[in-house]
């Protein structure tokens, strides 16, 4: 029988009814039917904010946070601690209530477009949205999808069968959540049989920051395209794949991700849904043990990143854990890299240096990872880029976490380098994180015009293509060169200089032990942990700031000579104020002071002005794979300077190579990259090899626009770097 949709209304009759003390409801019916209750299920949309972060606030908005650009100054009423955000609607109170003073924004100008781009801004009420950002398990309130993403992951059997008996696809299962969600993967291209050598494979995740949704959306495109390309046999990647397996692990955070996708009041939350002492959630990338509890971490549940109460205690650390090593799944399998996609800033960030302790090497310390040198050969520079912006092409920024954007304590890329010492069996292996798409979407993906988003996800898409073409040489160690990475730079402790200026270089772990800088001496182990391929050595001159332009490196009989850019004079002199002839008003330099505190030596800004800072002319005729190596203290964070080097004079100078003059680094990272949230001090090993074998190159550090609290900067051992050749 038909139901018969009734309205009824109830009253209290007095029927002596002892449950309702005394009193009993009546019931009357009307079959007429009420209009249905209006839903909005997007309840207002996303919107662009002005937000007030005054800077001793800004680490509450880590990884950006929703924030995109700080405005300038004379678009915000002359205040320059404003940042453009952009928000759903629905999160506006709750910034209000924790005290920050939010205006909502003009749109934007809009996103530099691309050719045929659709529209070229963020939408705030992003509809229509078909098998795109699908939700893991259940039903999106922003999206409509034939298969969710576990289910697309179940029917990898179904979907990829076996050609000529013989399997390239299959479903990885490893464990569950704490709402009972299952932890599912894909992986494609040479699957173990029984009598085979273990395959080495290359490890996808993303999704670990429930709200980050373009992780894991590009991590289906990649699986498909990968698994799609091998079936049919197009794109090459069944001769990529012969001897090399993929894993993509979309979503690490399955019951936070499906959390943000049952309400926009929910889809700013970030981390996974199980309770803690007062609240809920702990952040997945705070939670391995390896930094477990070092700066850039919370120990309050109810912070964003709470850290949980010990490592490794989440199902989300277990199992990415479980994943990477193999450790009781199913085959032989090896992992030789693994690449963790969040959002967003355009930043490749590579693991820390750590201490011999497990320290994380932050501003105390400043150390360079022994490994560093190796992953921007994979990963690339802003000059060998692998990532690039496509509103208007400027390449990702790359380089350490702490340096590029602030200390991760108990994240997951630290704990694959270096290891877990509760679980020594585990494999150590290189790693990174991408942060994609720096919009003015923020966080929402799903705002992004879709042309822009697809190319983002091609990019991405590509990368994993070719770190896959890298496996097998990261398996045999032939990728590996035996010497890597000469630079100079020195320690830091609260800002003052703990030590003074050395030589480092990376050798390969299996090669001899002595290694002899030959005009410094014998070089010692320095004091940072050991990477995965190399190990780090440093030596000083005995005149503590005067090093040779030629030094050879010699480790097991073989010989290689790093070089430093020559002034002319025979000599290096970090010393001599005479490297930079050129210091507009405003620069000082601070020169050697027996018995101080080894902070001598270097230059410094202090004042509200414009000024430049220019070296003279330094050849490196001799040199190839040159980097420029500085360290920079910035007491003022909003402090704008941009670093050039040029061999005509600075004329015309631009992003681009080849133009004789090339701008290699802006302060802040500029609207294309997140800006950098401190104010620390970092040193920067900057890919300049597009300027090998010039006879005559100037360094400049200029300082631009002032801010309200002056430009002050301070900069230390400024030098040009490479192999001889």
Same mark, same amino acid.
């Given at each position: ?7 009824? !209304? ?9 449950? %309702? ?214 794109? @090459? ?55 477990? @509890? ?42 030789? %890299? ?20 497990? #320290? ?20 690339? &520079? ?7 912006? #496509? ?9 350490? &976490? ?16 270096? /290891? ?144 430093? @850019?020559?002034?002319? &004079? /025979? ?8 490297? %930079? ?34 070296? @003279? ?51 802040? %990272? ?35 626009? !002032? ?19």
């Amino acid at each position: 029988m038909k139901a018969r949709w009734m309205r009824c !209304a109830w009253s209290l009759g007095i029927l002596g009814a002892a449950a %309702f003390g005394g009193s009993s409801l009546v019931q009357g019916c009307s079959t007429e039917r009420p209009a249905e209750p209006r839903t909005d299920p997007l309840a207002g949309g996303w919107v662009h904010v002005h937000v007030q972060v005054p800077p001793e606030r800004g680490n509450e908005f880590e990884e950006g946070g929703g924030l995109v650009r700080r405005v300038d100054p004379s678009e915000a009423a002359g205040r320059d601690d404003v940042w453009l955000g952009f928000f759903p609607r629905v999160e506006l109170p709750k910034l209000r209530a924790r005290g920050f003073v939010v205006t909502e924004a003009p749109t934007p100008k809009g996103l530099a477009t691309l050719a045929n781009t659709d529209g070229g801004a963020c939408d705030p009420r992003p509809s229509n949205i078909t098998d795109r950002f699908c939700p893991y398990t259940g039903t999106s309130f922003a999206t409509t999808c034939k298969r969710t993403i576990s289910k697309e992951l179940e029917d990898i059997a179904a979907d990829f069968p076996p050609i000529g008996g013989v399997r390239f696809a299959e479903t990885v299962r490893f464990g569950e959540t704490h709402e009972k969600r299952p932890f599912l993967a894909a992986r494609v291209g040479k699957l173990w049989k029984a009598g085979d050598p273990a395959v080495p494979q290359l490890v996808l995740y993303a999704g670990q920051h429930a709200r980050e949704w373009a992780g894991p959306e590009t991590m289906m495109r990649v699986f498909r395209h990968l698994a799609q390309s091998f079936q049919a046999n197009t794109n @090459g990647i069944r001769t990529l794949l012969a001897k090399v397996a993929v894993v993509i692990f979309p979503v690490a955070n399955p019951d936070g991700y499906d959390f943000t996708h049952a309400s926009i009041g929910n889809r700013m939350w970030r981390g996974n849904r199980k309770p803690c002492d007062g609240g809920i959630g702990t952040d997945p990338n705070r939670n391995f043990e390896t930094t477990f @509890g070092q700066p850039g971490s919370n120990p309050s549940c109810g912070d964003e990143q709470f850290r949980g109460p010990s490592a490794s205690s989440e199902a989300e650390t277990k199992a990415l854990l479980t994943l990477l090593a193999n450790d009781g799944l199913a085959g032989s399998y090896r992992t030789r %890299f693994a690449l963790n996609v969040h959002t967003y800033g355009n930043l490749v960030l590579f693991p820390d240096g750590l201490s011999k302790n497990l #320290d994380i090497c932050t501003t105390d310390s400043n150390c360079t990872a022994p490994d560093h040198g190796i992953m921007q050969d994979l990963m690339g &520079t802003e000059l060998q880029e692998k990532m690039a912006d #496509d509103e208007n092409g400027r390449s990702y920024l790359s380089g350490q &976490t702490m340096r590029h954007l602030y200390p991760i304590g108990g994240d997951s890329i630290a704990a694959s380098m270096y /290891g877990s010492p509760s679980r020594p069996g585990d494999p150590t292996f290189l790693s990174s994180l991408v942060e994609v798409t720096n919009t003015e979407c923020g966080f929402a993906a799903e705002s992004i015009p879709t042309t822009q988003f697809n190319s983002m996800a091609n990019q991405v898409r590509a990368l994993a293509v070719s770190l896959a073409g890298k496996i097998p040489g990261l398996d045999s160690g032939s990728i590996n060169p035996d010497l890597h990475l000469p630079h100079l730079h020195r320690r830091q402790v609260d800002g003052v200089a703990a030590e003074l200026p050395a030589v480092r270089v990376a050798v390969k772990r299996s090669l001899g032990n002595t290694v002899v800088l030959n005009g410094l001496g014998t070089a010692a182990v320095d004091d940072v942990r050991d990477g995965v391929t190399y190990r780090m050595w440093r030596a000083r001159p005995t005149d503590p700031y005067v090093f040779p332009p030629d030094i050879p490196v010699c480790v097991g009989g073989k010989c290689s000579s790093a070089v430093l @850019g020559d002034p002319g &004079t /025979g000599k290096i002199d970090l010393c001599s104020k005479n490297r %930079f002839p050129s210091a507009d008003p405003g620069w000082s330099f601070t020169p050697d002071q027996p018995g101080g505190p080894q902070a001598e030596c270097f230059w410094t800004h202090a004042g509200t002005g414009a000024a430049s800072l220019t070296s @003279g002319n330094w050849s490196i005729a001799n040199m190839v794979r040159s980097k420029l190596v500085f360290s920079v203290r910035r007491p003022d964070s909003k402090a704008k300077m941009r670093v050039l080097l040029a061999t005509n004079g600075f004329a015309n100078c631009s992003f681009d190579p080849g133009t004789g003059c090339r701008i290699v680094r802006e302060y802040p %990272f500029g609207e294309t990259n997140f800006p950098v949230a401190g104010s620390g001090y970092r040193t920067e090993i900057l890919d300049v090899s597009d300027f090998d074998h010039a006879p005559a190159i100037q360094l400049r550090f200029e300082l631009q626009s !002032a801010s309200s609290s002056g430009n002050n900067m301070d900069i230390f051992d400024p030098v040009l770097i490479g192999w001889k050749g």
